[in-house]
């Protein structure tokens, strides 16, 4: 009798073992659906001897029900789900379940029933309805996705489609994405842009594993240089994935694509209405789709026939996903080109020092475009030092970068003001008794948000209204805050500067791309003078009429004492610098610290990025940190404290004792208490040869804990 071993999504589930029926053969990578109890499961059929489960006798096994419709899954995606889910201690169902994307796509494509407004004009409307018309402008999706955008119940959309309000209508769910056109709009590269453009073309051409790092700084158009091997993938038919930081930076990322290809290039990320991602991975798998833009989960999708990888803004760490499969997409990346036999672009004008690190060992190939675009040169950077110039009482800019705004002012010229804090206040507290108003969640305080009037936290998404006396002691009209937030500096700009128009530039304003548009188009055509924004403002936006880049508080970020933060604030500083001076006139950057004599700030000041990296490569030696030893993280949480504490100490007494390994903790975790969750941590320091992950697995997986607690290993963690 013929067996297949499936690989189901559910890890509680294991692997489970079913029959073939006779003369049939179905190819490993199959997604098929069995029987499982009364219900139906889905699974992919893997080569059975690379997943280890309790032999079922033939007389008990259940036939298999069906083959889905796709292609199956490629091999070379098959080894890279293993070798995640291994590097990372990870289920390998819950990796497996990424490249799934999209389960209803599965079963073919046909069509989905959409709904859109008819523009009929009622007479008369309840108050709903009303709502959901002005809510629903423009819009078309499923009726469940219309409720949530219009926050009405699915009846009234029901409803309203009764009314002649709504109408259905029918979407082909494997129509043709217009193709994009390699020569659509050429540009004519300068002489250091083009030979990187030819390194790349020619390895596209190559179609072997071929790992660059673009190593360009900001303004000197790596998007240029990468789009030229963009363009040679699609003329020779193949696909091209590129991974973008932050579905923020997408906006001017398309409409860039578009300038360049003539079209806007295929989206994947988490908040796509169901129809769009049915279509989008239907034409992935089938290799009808060209060039896919997505953030993380694009990474594993199963492409039918892909040529080039880009990571762009390679050193972001959002690329490190935090829940989940805690895994690096950066790295993965490589991970997934080596596997395919594929070239792949890092690009960035601030690698991570594992990145450089691997350049300077050759392991990657480092292109180079060490000046700017057209002739612009790169930004002057001034240190104002706080100690000795000190904003007037209750403010926070201090008097050189108050004068520098006023100047750009009356010049005409635009401004940003970068602080990477939302809200107004980080903490607010009364004046009478000191009551200080702490999330009930988490170990964080309240985050005020004068705008939307709300007390947030910015971890678990608590929130409530700005009382109007104190909790504690009762007292009305106390509250302080404490510190400053963009909006409060969007204040203090409104009081020193009346006249200035500005834009407060934070994913609580910028969470549409309709907002981000109208952000663009209104600096672009120069309606706004001053933009104060969060790290959002940092990288990819290009205002040539940008001269002043003021950075409110540089030693923000070296607070943590986390092992990237002197790395992470060179990062953010230099790119937000980067938006300086970008066109004809000359940028100048203000950075206010307390410490200037910190080896980031001095290197910033001083433009000397590898007195950064050289720096930065001694500390993480010292601390037998990245890239020279590996860290990992234990998180062991509960809802109860004692539960977890006690479960973090039972993994700290059964640490095996190795020379090369060193186990700190438990202790609790920096957010001690994260939605609601008690959380404590035990961080590994190994020696990079350490057999990191064996050992993890060989002392964790004979643990037994109580149903409540959760073990989460975090391999090579970007904050613990
Ligand atoms: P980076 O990503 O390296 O910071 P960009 O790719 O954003 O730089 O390029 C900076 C600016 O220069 C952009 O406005 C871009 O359109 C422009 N640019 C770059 N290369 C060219 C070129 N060859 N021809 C015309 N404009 C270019
Ligand atoms: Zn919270």
Request: charged share 25%.
């Amino acid at each position: 009798m013929q067996r297949v071993r499936l690989l189901v999504f559910n890890a509680a589930l294991g692997v489970l073992d079913y029959r073939v029926p006779q003369g049939v053969t179905i190819p490993f990578g199959s997604i098929v659906a069995a029987p499982l109890g009364p219900r139906q499961i889905l699974g992919i059929v893997w080569e059975a001897e690379r997943l280890s489960a309790q032999e079922v006798p033939d007389a008990k096994l259940r036939p298999l029900l069906e083959v889905m419709p796709v292609p199956p899954m490629s091999e070379r995606l098959r080894r890279l789900i293993e070798w995640t889910a291994d590097y990372y201690c990870a289920p390998l169902s819950a990796v497996a379940r990424m490249a799934l994307g999209s389960t209803a796509a599965l079963r073919g494509g046909g069509t989905s029933t959409e709904y859109r407004l008819t523009g009929a004009e009622p007479a008369r409307l309840t108050p709903q309805r009303a709502a959901a018309l002005d809510a629903l402008q423009g819009e078309q999706a499923s009726i469940r996705e219309l409720a949530e955008l219009a926050g009405v119940s699915e009846g009234v959309l029901r409803g309203m489609v009764g009314a002649g309000l709504l109408e259905a209508v029918t979407v082909d769910l494997d129509r043709p994405y217009p193709p994009a056109a390699p020569d659509f709009a050429q540009p004519v590269l300068s002489d250091l842009q083009r030979s990187a453009a030819d390194v790349f073309v020619h390895a596209v051409q190559d179609a072997r594993f071929a790992p660059f790092l673009l190593d360009g700084v900001t303004g000197s158009g790596k998007t240029e240089c990468y789009f030229e091997a963009v363009a040679e993938a699609l003329r020779l038919d193949r696909q091209v994935l590129i991974l973008l930081p932050e579905i923020a930076l997408t906006e001017n990322f398309l409409r860039r694509f578009e300038h360049r290809f003539g079209v806007t290039p295929i989206l994947w990320h988490s908040s796509l209405k169901s129809s769009e991602r049915r279509r989008a991975w239907r034409a992935i798998v089938q290799g009808n789709a060209q060039v896919i833009v997505g953030a993380r989960s694009a990474l594993f999708l199963p492409y039918a026939n892909l040529g080039l990888i880009v990571v762009d803004e390679a050193h972001e760490i959002s690329f490190k996903q935090d829940d989940g499969v805690r895994y690096n997409a950066r790295d993965v990346a490589v991970m997934r080109a080596k596997f395919e036999g594929l070239p792949i672009i890092l690009a960035s004008a601030t690698p991570a020092l594992e990145t450089m690190q691997l350049a300077e060992a050759g392991v990657y190939r480092k292109i180079d475009l060490p000046s700017r675009f057209g002739g612009a040169q790169l930004p002057d950077i001034q240190v104002l030092d706080l100690r000795e110039q000190a904003p007037e009482r209750g403010r926070w800019l201090a008097p050189p970068l108050v004068e520098a705004l006023r100047d750009r002012l009356a010049k005409g010229e635009q401004s940003l003001l970068f602080l990477n804090r939302r809200g107004y206040a980080p903490l607010t507290l009364c004046r009478n008794c000191g009551y200080r108003f702490q999330c009930p969640n988490c170990t964080a305080w309240l985050v005020e948000h004068r705008f939307s009037r709300r007390l947030a936290c910015h971890h678990c998404g608590h929130e409530a209204p700005v009382p109007d006396a104190c909790p504690e002691c009762g007292t009305g009209d106390c509250l302080v805050a404490c510190g400053p937030g963009v909006e409060r500096i969007a204040d203090e700009v409104a009081e020193i500067l009346p006249e200035a128009r500005t834009a407060l530039v934070t994913s609580d304003t910028m969470n549409n791309p309709q907002a981000i548009g109208e952000f663009v188009a209104m600096a672009e055509s120069k309606a706004i003078d001053v933009i104060i924004g969060t790290q959002l403002v940092t990288k990819g936006y290009h205002f040539p009429d940008l001269t002043l880049v003021g950075v409110v508080d540089a030693d923000l970020g070296l607070e943590g004492g986390d092992l990237r933060a002197g790395e992470r604030t060179y990062q953010q500083i230099a790119q937000v610098a980067g938006r300086a001076g970008r066109g004809e006139k000359p940028g100048e950057v203000l950075i206010q610290t307390r410490h200037p004599e910190a080896s980031v700030i001095a290197a910033l000041a001083n433009g000397d990025r590898d007195a950064f990296y050289a720096a930065e490569t001694e500390a993480r030696r010292d601390a037998g940190a990245p890239p020279f030893g590996r860290w990992a993280a234990i998180i062991v949480s509960s809802e109860d404290q004692a539960e977890a504490l006690s479960a973090a100490r039972a993994i700290g007494g059964t640490a095996p004792d190795l020379p090369d390994m060193l186990v700190l903790g438990p202790a609790p975790a920096p957010l001690a208490l994260l939605r609601g969750r008690h959380r404590f941590r035990l961080l590994i320091n190994a020696r990079r040869s350490a057999e990191l992950q064996k050992t993890l697995r060989s002392w964790l997986d004979p643990l037994d804990f109580p149903k409540g607690v959760r073990v989460n290993i975090d391999i090579d963690p970007y904050s613990f």
